[in-house]
């Protein structure tokens, strides 16, 4: 049985294709790309309501992005089919982290709130590279809020809990709201 699509992380997003091979460029969204697109490692795509697994045949690195092809993936056409696809796997299948550090996934709807305890929202997505992320969380009314994933300003982040205290500087709040 597959995994449900919700149920997993992403790890990246075919941005491109290259080559004639049926080859595409990754976004990667993983801190382990070597190992989550060594060959024969399997990544899932979602085609319509299927969620479609697709076995790494080769890997190589291009211009700081990885170069993949998938096993029965070997025309232009085929890949790029494939172009702006969310690459996801088994939330189990995750690399272990260290203490303090944490997966997106796991911070996305986490309440967040001010060390005076006032609601800010809660967190919808986190945008941004590592060390310059930030948390997209959805205040009153919809509105969006955008904080900067940054110890300084998130004092405490305990996605078990499911909670976030921020000690935003002064304006952030309003700034972006």
Request: proline content about 7%; hydrophobic content about 45%; overall charge negative.
């Amino acid at each position: 049985m597959r995994p449900a699509w919700h149920d997993m992380a992403v790890v990246g997003r075919i941005a491109r294709t290259h080559g004639l091979r049926g080859d595409v460029l990754v976004d990667t969204e993983t801190d382990f790309p070597d190992d989550r697109f060594a060959p024969g490692q399997v990544v899932f795509v979602e085609r319509g309501r299927d969620v479609v697994p697709l076995r790494v045949a080769r890997m190589r690195w291009h211009v700081g992005r990885p170069r993949v092809g998938f096993d029965g993936v070997d025309t232009v056409d085929a890949a790029a089919a494939l172009s702006g696809c969310q690459l996801r796997v088994p939330a189990s299948e995750l690399a272990p982290l260290p203490a303090g550090v944490h997966y997106r996934h796991d911070l996305v709807g986490c309440a967040v709130v001010t060390v005076d305890d006032r609601a800010v929202g809660r967190v919808v997505r986190v945008e941004g590279a590592a060390g310059a992320s930030r948390l997209v969380v959805e205040g009153d009314a919809g509105r969006e809020v955008l904080i900067p994933l940054a110890a300084e300003v998130c004092v405490v982040v305990d996605p078990e809990g499911g909670r976030i205290v921020v000690a935003p500087p002064e304006g952030l709040l309003e700034l972006n709201g």
